[in-house]
């Protein structure tokens, strides 16, 4: 059984993309690694040709669509042909896949087995294990060249979409990040950037994953200014590590969009520079901001955080209370939506599985397998995600209504208006009783 990480990440929405790996990536897993194969197999004997020059050995359009009942459900598959003419000892060969032999029906490992194809996918000897896995211990997986040849499809699928066209596309709130990760044949890390935004109706997917040079400000230009000229509109909210050389780059690209720190980074650089003593009781105050129900009531728990630790600790009450603004920003949209906007989580739980990969592996073999597999990684958990709470609120956001500790400012200026009717039809009420009892 794959073991959950233990780095922070949410365990239910790890568990909850593994599944998603399984339920919604079977097919696709499969058709691509059986297309690999074929191919494979057919440039391994292109030179053997009949009398009149023909290739012996070539593509032979599909089979019949077949059922392969998973752990995860019934997938349809229409598996490749080859027409294999070739003559061996008088016995005409015939092509027979191990990745999806003729007598395969069902396999109690697949939904075990494909989220590992998908984490160890990209390295030869891992793959073969994990197809060993799914097919028994007799099945010798995939050639080193088909996997290349499998990885090369995936990053040309990526460099297609990355260019694809953003114009209907309309992101109210995103959220970004700089995932690092090592590169086994190279001395520097990798630095990926990634971009996740929710549209109106409150759906999520992946924007943007983009190679950056160390997080910096221009990488995240090249990003943005790409973005932007594919048509993608500001979003509202921005939601990131303070970090990042991405909010200079922001404010250049997309002025208007509203800045919100990710309280968990937050939490984590401030308590780095207290004692561990302290750290207990101090997480506990910085929880008390961030969940206040006001943000006045925050703002007076940064104050009492600073009068606590400010004389001893200044560099720790410095983290907190420089760009407070930034901090308490989701005070100003739906309440609903402030466990969504307060930190990157969206992208710190679906990493986990990159994390968890590189681990094992200690990363891919190369920075173009290592963001081929971030994209196929990505774009597989898209599918699992859940919309944001209350979605019908993110259209009220894109229009421009006005939120004010999480509830629309109009309800708010009702409240105040009928408030003080309420205090004077009460008094009047105790003046007649006293009226009353006098006489």
């Not at 027979?96 to 490992?109: A, D, G, M, V």
């Not at 996918?121 to 040849?149: K, N, P, V, W, Y």
């Not at 980074?265 to 901001?289: C, F, G, T, W, Y």
């Not at 990505?378 to 004010?404: D, M």
Request: some cysteine.
């Amino acid at each position: 059984m794959m073991k959950i990480p233990k780095d922070g990440s949410d365990r239910e929405d790890f568990m909850m993309t593994l599944d998603g790996l399984a339920r919604e990536g079977a097919r696709r897993l499969i058709v691509a690694a059986l297309e690999a194969e074929v191919a494979a197999y057919v440039a391994r004997f292109r030179d053997e040709r009949d009398e009149y020059g023909h290739a012996l050995v070539v593509r032979n359009g599909t089979a019949e669509p077949r059922s392969v009942t998973v752990g995860s459900g019934t997938i349809t598959v229409e598996a490749p042909r080859v027409n294999d003419k070739r003559v061996v000892e008088g016995k005409r060969q015939k092509f027979t896949s191990e990745i999806l032999p003729p007598y395969l029906r069902r396999s109690k490992n697949v939904s075990d087995v494909l989220p590992l194809l998908y984490l160890r996918g990209l390295s030869t000897g891992d793959f073969q294990d994990a197809l060993r896995s799914l097919l028994g211990e007799t099945a010798s997986g995939l050639s080193s060249s088909a996997i290349t040849r499998l990885v090369s499809t995936w990053s040309d699928e990526r460099q297609a979409w990355q260019k694809r066209s953003l114009e209907g596309s309309d992101y109210v709130y995103i959220w970004v990040d700089g995932i690092h990760f090592n590169v086994r044949l190279e001395d520097e890390r990798i630095a990926t950037l990634v971009v996740i935004g929710a549209k109106v109706d409150g759906t999520k997917e992946v924007i943007a994953i983009e190679e950056g040079y160390r997080e910096s400000k221009e990488s995240w230009l090249f990003l943005l200014r790409n973005l932007r000229d594919r048509g993608m509109k500001a979003p509202v909210v921005a939601v990131g590590d303070g970090a990042l050389g991405f909010w200079p780059a922001l404010r250049e690209v997309f002025p208007s969009t509203r800045e919100q720190r990710c309280w968990v980074h937050k939490i984590v650089n401030v308590l780095d520079k207290l004692p561990k003593s302290l750290q207990s009781r101090a997480k506990a105050q910085l929880h008390e901001v961030v969940n206040a129900p006001t943000r006045k009531e925050a703002n007076a728990a940064i104050d009492a955080f600073q009068s606590t630790y400010g004389d001893k600790y200044p560099k720790a009450t410095k983290c907190l209370v420089d760009g407070r603004d930034e901090l308490l920003t989701f005070f100003d949209f739906p309440a609903a939506h402030w466990k969504h906007l307060r930190t990157t989580n969206p992208i710190e739980s679906t990493f986990a599985t990159v994390r968890l990969r590189t681990k094992v592996t200690k990363g891919p073999g190369s920075r173009n397998a290592g963001l081929a597999m971030v994209y196929k990684l990505l774009l597989a958990a898209e599918k699992t995600w859940r919309k944001l709470s209350s979605p019908e609120l993110v259209a009220l956001v894109r229009a421009g209504v006005r939120f004010a500790d999480g509830v629309r400012a109009e309800q708010n200026e009702r409240a105040a208006n009928i408030k003080p009717m309420i205090t004077k039809a009460r008094n009047k009420k105790r003046n007649d009783y006293a009226e009353k009892a006098a006489a």
